[in-house]
């Protein structure tokens, strides 16, 4: 069984600039969850998708957004980058979103903001 | 807000020493507390988890310990062995919003 799958692996981009992720979740799972991970930050919760509706979402602004399609996969997308976006994006998927199943984490999007 | 705050930070143990990392909550409505483990350049994995109907779970050289009384809980592992050198990440369930909440991470370094 093939596990998550992120694109790009990295990414360099400038301030103002927007770029957008994607997620392949593993086959069956239908929530996927966006994470970003930064030095000292752990891991912070962007949102949730299941059945392509958000159900949950993290305290980040607006310019963080995502989607999800009728086959699971996902997308984030960040808008008029800031140097304080570089991190490392991190989905993970589950079969049904609920709090206490198993996460499935993909290898992550390292960002670099310049 | 909800919040899991863990410590330390870093760790730095001998090879066959014990490593405690300890995680407290805010929401006493959290019933599902994992572990997850982050080698370097590595994607995080579950190593054990546990409920809230149970006070302490062991899975060979690790076990996992909580006090919901307190809002804490502890990750224990016994004879330390390079391999378990890597970043930990405790976290908790927040209901009824579905979701994790994850702790700021503690690096472990297992000296030979």
């Known amino acids: 069984k093939a596990g998550v799958t992120q694109t790009p692996r990295y990414l360099i981009k400038t301030r103002g600039q927007q770029v957008t992720l994607s997620c392949s979740p593993i086959?069956?799972?239908?929530?996927v969850s966006w994470y970003q991970q930064t030095p000292g930050q752990g891991l912070q919760f962007l949102f949730e998708y299941f059945s392509e509706t958000q159900r949950n979402k993290g305290n980040f602004p607006g310019r963080f957004s995502g989607r999800q399609f009728s086959n699971s996969r996902s997308e984030m997308n960040v808008s008029t980058l800031e140097l304080g976006d570089s991190a490392l994006y991190l989905c993970?998927?589950?079969?049904?979103?609920?709090?206490?199943?198993?996460?499935?984490f993909g290898s992550g999007t390292q960002l670099s903001v310049l | 807000g909800e919040n899991v705050e863990q410590h330390p930070s870093t760790l730095s143990v001998q090879e066959g020493d014990s490593a405690v990392i300890k995680c407290t909550y805010s929401d006493s409505a959290s019933n599902y507390f994992p572990w997850y483990k982050q080698e370097l350049g590595k994607r995080p994995q579950l190593i054990i988890d546990?409920?809230?109907?149970?006070g302490e779970k062991k899975d060979q050289r690790i076990a996992v310990t909580l006090n919901k009384t307190a809002k804490h809980f502890s990750l224990h592992i016994t004879e330390t062995q390079p391999e378990d050198s890597a970043v930990y990440f405790c976290a908790a369930s927040i209901s009824p919003l579905n979701k994790l909440i994850f702790g700021a991470g503690t690096r472990l370094a297992v000296h030979p």
């Open positions: 086959s069956g799972h239908r929530s």
């Open positions: 993970a998927s589950s079969r049904t979103g609920g709090s206490d199943e198993k996460l499935f």
């Open positions: 546990i409920r809230s109907n149970v």
